[in-house]
């Protein structure tokens, strides 16, 4: 069986091109959880996150997990 995005399975978009897995990522950041937590709870490595975060800040033009909180707020997204 593949894995598909819950996104792509209900055809749900997100701003400024976000995935699935970053807007998950970004809800996790905006409840106050560090890298090293969010790692923890999806089964990845702190690099990993460090490296979708990256992606979401580059995406989202900020530069701060606050900046990044107000925007998944501002977004609708937490």
């Known amino acids: 069986m593949q894995y598909r995005p ?3 399975v209900l ?7 976000l995935t699935s897995r ?7 950041v905006s409840a106050g ?10 089964g990845l490595s702190s690099r990993t996150v460090d490296a979708h975060l ?3 800040f580059g995406k989202i033009g900020v ?3 606050s900046a990044a909180t107000r925007y ?3 977004h609708g997204l937490v």
Do not use: F, M
């Open 6 to 8: 819950r996104a792509w």
């Open 11 to 17: 055809g749900e978009t997100y701003p400024d091109h």
């Open 22 to 28: 970053e807007v998950h990522v970004l809800k996790l």
């Open 33 to 42: 959880l560090t890298n090293r937590e969010i790692a923890g709870s999806l």
């Open 54 to 56: 990256r992606s979401i």
């Open 63 to 65: 530069g701060s997990r």
């Open 72 to 74: 998944a707020v501002e």
